[in-house]
């Protein structure tokens, strides 16, 4: 008993979990959380955020220590009474370079905006793969729709085949419309076939972007929202708030200011001090020597590096606003041309659904109705529902475009609602 209860509780589970469904939101939130691309990224910014924390460093201090000024006759070393104190020292010999603090300052800007550029692509790569999740997940869910469109054919053509196999032993219907009615059934059934492999494709990649095991059970929420975008403004603003690729190449173009600031600091002198102390042989009386240093980086034979830097990273500037601009308008002009097939595209769906779908419903139960009054012939019936058919099917691919469209559309702008 007890192992028949464990049983059903099991097959129930099976059951709730086969049956749940995921919504869009929720697997566009598992893409960013758990994708390894997003790990990448993040592993890339936590990398520059912790390089830039040794920006204020300083140059480490030398220290030395040897002979200084001693004879290698070692007999000269020690004192003789003769007048001779002795010769040589032993001497140890430390020095720091003090760097010049707009340097300090200008490194540690550059350094700690390093990871902002690749924050920005971090939000650029996210916003690719949410709109291939979106991709996906509308044709998955179109399919469904026309697999149910296609269970409801079969089951309609197997009983008009049943129904003219009846007639024609009676002699009320021709053979002819029999085997029309066989062969769309085969049609259909073919159809489910490439629908189904079509959903367990869609299932493997989201699977796959959600870092999943690729053949784990998964189903979708097949209701959707086709959104108002007719009023969408299309300025050069909006593209500069919105798009991630464009704020990379302004922190780029920021990050290469911090670069030339940073090389100018490099033109300016930079202080140190040395400090030896000599134990003298004999007797002759420590000494110590105590001496400020100066790098003077303007001297024309050690300028001309920095200078061709600072000339490089000024053209480098010019390249990142031009193609700053590039971005733009091309983005301009993709988006302008996906919003006017939107709404287009989106009049058609509207004439589908309010127009020409129900019209051929009424059609189509019309002859259905004769049919079964004997007033209508199979072929009529067959051909009012093959047009139905082919209608709905071409509406579900027109709506799959509508939503592609509009996922394009958000991926254009980035759009995360």
Same mark, same amino acid.
């Given at each position: 008993?007890?192992?028949?209860?464990?049983?059903?509780?099991?097959?129930?589970?099976?059951? =709730?979990?086969?049956?749940?469904?995921?919504?869009?939101? &929720?697997?566009?939130?598992?893409?960013?959380?758990?994708?390894?691309?997003?790990?990448?990224?993040?592993?890339?910014?936590?990398?520059?955020?912790?390089?830039?924390?040794?920006?204020?460093?300083?140059?480490?201090?030398?220290?030395?220590?040897?002979?200084?000024?001693?004879?290698?006759? =070692?007999?000269?070393?020690?004192?003789?009474?003769?007048?001779?104190?002795?010769?040589?020292?032993?001497?140890?010999?430390?020095?720091?370079?003090?760097?010049?603090?707009?340097?300090?300052?200008?490194?540690?800007?550059?350094?700690?905006?390093?990871?902002?550029?690749?924050?920005?692509?971090?939000?650029?790569?996210?916003?690719?793969?949410?709109?291939?999740?979106?991709?996906?997940?509308?044709?998955?869910?179109?399919?469904?729709?026309?697999?149910?469109?296609?269970?409801?054919?079969?089951?309609?053509?197997?009983?008009?085949?049943?129904?003219?196999?009846?007639?024609?032993?009676?002699?009320?219907?021709?053979?002819?419309?029999?085997?029309?009615?066989?062969?769309?059934?085969?049609?259909?059934?073919?159809?489910?076939?490439?629908?189904?492999?079509?959903?367990?494709?869609?299932?493997?990649?989201?699977?796959?972007?959600?870092?999943?095991?690729?053949?784990?059970?998964?189903?979708?929420?097949?209701?959707?929202?086709?959104?108002?975008?007719?009023?969408?403004?299309?300025?050069?603003?909006?593209?500069?708030?919105?798009?991630?690729?464009?704020?990379?190449?302004?922190?780029?173009?920021?990050?290469?200011?911090?670069?030339?600031?940073?090389?100018?600091?490099?033109?300016?002198?930079?202080?140190?001090?040395?400090?030896?102390?000599?134990?003298?042989?004999?007797?002759?009386?420590?000494?110590?020597?105590?001496?400020?240093?100066?790098?003077?980086?303007?001297?024309?034979?050690?300028?001309?590096?920095?200078?061709?830097?600072?000339?490089?990273?000024?053209?480098?500037?010019?390249?990142?606003?031009?193609?700053?601009?590039?971005?733009?308008?091309?983005?301009?002009?993709? =988006?302008?041309?996906?919003?006017?097939?939107?709404? &287009?595209?989106?009049?058609?769906?509207?004439?589908?659904?309010?127009?020409?779908?129900?019209?051929?419903?009424?059609?189509?139960?019309?002859?259905?109705?004769?049919?079964?009054?004997?007033?209508?012939?199979?072929?009529?019936?067959?051909?009012?529902?093959?047009?139905?058919?082919?209608?709905?099917?071409?509406?579900?691919?027109?709506?799959?475009?509508?939503?592609?469209?509009?996922?394009?559309?958000?991926?254009?702008?980035?759009?995360?609602?």
């Amino acid at each position: 008993m007890k192992i028949k209860f464990l049983i059903i509780v099991l097959l129930m589970a099976y059951t =709730t979990v086969k049956a749940q469904q995921i919504k869009l939101d &929720s697997i566009l939130n598992e893409i960013q959380r758990v994708n390894p691309l997003m790990k990448m990224y993040d592993a890339d910014i936590r990398s520059m955020d912790e390089d830039a924390k040794g920006a204020r460093s300083w140059m480490p201090p030398e220290a030395g220590a040897g002979f200084y000024m001693t004879p290698y006759d =070692t007999k000269m070393w020690k004192a003789d009474g003769m007048g001779n104190p002795g010769m040589g020292q032993f001497m140890i010999s430390a020095q720091q370079m003090f760097p010049n603090r707009s340097r300090l300052d200008a490194e540690s800007n550059y350094m700690l905006s390093m990871s902002s550029v690749e924050k920005e692509k971090k939000n650029y790569s996210l916003n690719e793969l949410y709109a291939g999740a979106k991709k996906d997940y509308y044709g998955w869910m179109m399919d469904k729709k026309k697999l149910k469109i296609l269970e409801q054919d079969e089951k309609l053509l197997r009983f008009m085949i049943e129904n003219a196999e009846l007639r024609y032993k009676n002699g009320m219907e021709k053979i002819s419309a029999y085997y029309k009615a066989k062969a769309a059934l085969g049609n259909v059934q073919n159809m489910k076939l490439m629908l189904e492999s079509g959903i367990r494709q869609n299932r493997i990649a989201l699977n796959a972007l959600m870092y999943r095991d690729k053949q784990q059970l998964l189903e979708i929420d097949t209701a959707y929202l086709v959104k108002d975008y007719s009023g969408l403004a299309l300025d050069s603003g909006t593209f500069i708030n919105a798009r991630s690729d464009i704020k990379a190449v302004d922190r780029e173009i920021q990050l290469n200011d911090l670069q030339g600031k940073l090389e100018r600091t490099k033109l300016r002198p930079e202080f140190g001090i040395k400090y030896d102390h000599m134990i003298a042989f004999g007797n002759m009386p420590l000494q110590f020597s105590l001496m400020a240093m100066v790098k003077i980086p303007i001297a024309p034979w050690s300028s001309k590096m920095y200078k061709a830097k600072i000339e490089s990273y000024k053209w480098k500037g010019e390249a990142l606003s031009q193609q700053r601009l590039m971005v733009i308008n091309e983005a301009q002009g993709m =988006t302008s041309s996906m919003l006017t097939d939107f709404i &287009s595209k989106k009049r058609q769906v509207k004439l589908y659904e309010d127009n020409i779908i129900p019209a051929l419903k009424r059609n189509y139960q019309t002859m259905q109705l004769g049919y079964q009054q004997n007033t209508e012939e199979m072929f009529m019936l067959f051909d009012a529902w093959e047009t139905l058919n082919m209608t709905q099917l071409e509406y579900i691919d027109q709506l799959r475009q509508l939503l592609i469209m509009q996922s394009e559309l958000e991926r254009l702008l980035e759009i995360k609602e």
